[in-house]
């Protein structure tokens, strides 16, 4: 890989590489079940990148990978949802901002998987699904992932919930709602004063490879039987919970 694609703090073609090739298979994932993409990737990240990059980066890469998903999927969004979630969006980003040092991610990571855990696994309660609920969504998703860098399985978790959902509803309109929660996330991270233009060229590579991936998936998405992707679905979301409750855990 040529030397111009790497930034300081990111030497090595292996690790570029590895990175590169779990963007397209992140994409991939999330493209095909909503979810799972976006801590795969933050995970590699945190072992092959330096520590204070890591969130920002990966901030602009999901960006592009939810844009892409959005952009194939756009016809099945609900702009509804999408709407409420954006103010709840803003909301969080504004207080987010004010303590994004502050506050530490091992409990927010806990509260997550926690979260996540009840909806799949709890007793069967209705949660409320009107526009207060997708503002509330959008808040606390969006903080949340100014600590925790994928916050992707909470909104998953509340929108798998909506009755007239189905997997392609979800997944558009998670994608739609997720590009605006990377974009807020990014433009944070810049007013803190991230210097991003050094990972510019690398970041583009991250959201070709993740393009491919996303492409993908959709195509697995529409071949996927409705029974087979909740089933998948609950199995991911559990899974990512218990990755993230250990990785809680591991750093309290």
Known sequence: MPSVFLP??????LAAGIILAVSFLGSATTAAFSIGGGLLLIAVMTTLMPAPVVVPV???????????????????????????FSVGALIGGLVGSQIVMSLPAA??????AGFILFTQ??????????????????????????FVGASGP???????KVPRFDRVNLIATGGACMTLQHTA?????????????????????????G??????GTRLLKRLDERVFRFALRWILTALAIYLGIAGLNAL
Do not use: E, Q
């Open 8 to 13: 300081a703090g990111l030497d090595s073609p």
């Open 58 to 84: 990966h901030g602009v890469v999901m960006v592009g990978s939810n844009a892409g998903r959005f952009a194939i999927l756009h016809r099945a969004v609900d702009w509804p949802t999408v709407g409420w």
């Open 107 to 112: 409990a927010l990571r806990l509260l997550i």
């Open 121 to 146: 696994w709890g007793p069967k309660v209705s949660l409320p699904l009107g526009k207060r609920s997708f503002v509330v969504a959008g808040t606390l998703s969006t903080f949340l992932t100014l």
């Open 154 to 160: 909470f909104m998953t978790a509340v929108l798998a």
């Open 185 to 209: 996330k990014v433009l944070i991270f810049a007013g803190l004063g991230f210097a991003y233009a050094p990972w510019v060229p690398f970041i583009a590579l991250c959201i070709a490879t």
């Open 211 to 216: 393009f491919a991936g996303t492409i993908l």
